[in-house]
């Protein structure tokens, strides 16, 4: 199986609640401004609609306030993920006039943003301009940085979907609590990382917010 493949299955057992590595009850993730499984704010976005029915970038995308809790007591350090499942896997048609990506066309795990080594007593990533420096933790090469969509590549990008994507997009914000630092490969992402630690006895525990997002015209009429 190619490796990306690999990956997409790892992926997928976790955001489906398959993991090894239930996270204790009292494990919590929250992030403002975010209530479970709705609609993330157009501030943390990277793409917002335009009234012709398409989209348009943000230039100073705005990185949201994550708060953790209940963290296991054995943990050294932290690291935290964003992912987007439902991203095509051929984007062919993205973004093109006269077009539209079907539902239940074939999707990828896109992986906007990765940060470990969070210190173990932190328990917040402050909100504000995603440009400005973590004050703690180490940001990981993403999907959106490859892909030229922030200027750097380990900065945080919200949703951009495409706007002629007929699914909803699910976000996936996600905590981990580690046993150690972790070793980063020199050409290692986001991506590769979490799909190494989350099969890792390293990971003590893991928390999960969810929020959806669209640009699909159609869609967000219907209030999604």
Known sequence: MPIHSRLACFCA?????????????????SVDALTPNQPISAPQALCVPTADGKSDKIEDVIRPTIRWSGAPKDTKSFAIFMMDPDV????????????????DDARQDFFHWGVVDIAADVDVIQGGLAKLPLASGRELPNDLGAAGYVPTPGQY??????????????????????????????????????????????????????GTYTLNQKLRAEGK
């Open 157 to 210: 990008g919200g949703p951009c979907p495409p706007w002629n994507d007929a699914r909803i997009h699910h976000y996936h914000f996600i905590v981990l609590a580690l046993s150690d630092n972790v070793t980063v490969g020199k050409d290692e992402t986001a991506k590769t990382v979490f799909a190494r630690l989350i099969v890792s006895p390293m990971v003590l525990g893991k928390a999960t917010v969810v």
């Open 13 to 29: 057992l976790i955001l489906l609640g398959f993991s090894a590595h239930a996270a204790p009850a009292s494990f919590a993730l």
């Open 88 to 103: 095509p896997a051929d984007f062919t048609d993205a973004g093109k006039e006269g077009k539209i990506i079907a539902a």
